[in-house]
């Protein structure tokens, strides 16, 4: 499988981004915890400085690592919801990277499950 250059991520992230308009934040991130492609919504202003994102993004990295341990008895993990005061966070998995995005938090929970599989058809290839 060929591996996808700066374009084909930005591509994704902005299909991603555009799925909803309470979407906040994408960003695509490999297994060292590096972010290989980013997009923040227009209008919205991100909650975490730059340097923090990088932190966040390494620590995503590390936590996929330490879920890997319990796959064989419980499965892999399908996405990871983390439900905040400010913000919904995300975590798709796919084969050789992370996908990691953020919504408004009033957001049903139907209609996250429904971006989750949308987002999860998107980030195939990765």
């Known amino acids: 499988m060929v591996t996808p250059n700066k374009a084909d991520l930005l591509d994704i992230v902005q ?3 555009k799925l909803d308009t309470k979407m906040r934040f994408v960003a695509i991130i490999d297994p060292k915890g590096n972010i290989r492609e980013a997009i923040m919504k227009a209008g919205k202003t991100n909650l975490k400085s730059q340097k923090e994102e990088e ?3 390494k620590q995503v990295s590390q936590r996929r690592s330490m ?3 319990f ?3 419980l499965g ?3 996405y990871v919801h983390v439900e905040r005061e400010k913000v ?3 975590v798709i998995y796919t ?3 992370i996908v990691y ?3 408004e938090p009033e957001m049903p929970i139907n209609t996250k499950i429904r971006l989750i599989t949308k987002i999860k058809k998107i980030a195939s290839t990765l």
Do not use: A, G, Y
């Open 15 to 17: 299909k991603i981004i």
């Open 55 to 57: 932190h966040f993004c």
């Open 67 to 69: 879920r890997k341990e």
């Open 71 to 73: 796959d064989r008895s």
């Open 76 to 78: 892999k993990v399908r």
């Open 88 to 90: 919904s966070q995300m």
């Open 95 to 97: 084969k050789r990277n």
């Open 101 to 103: 995005f953020t919504m």
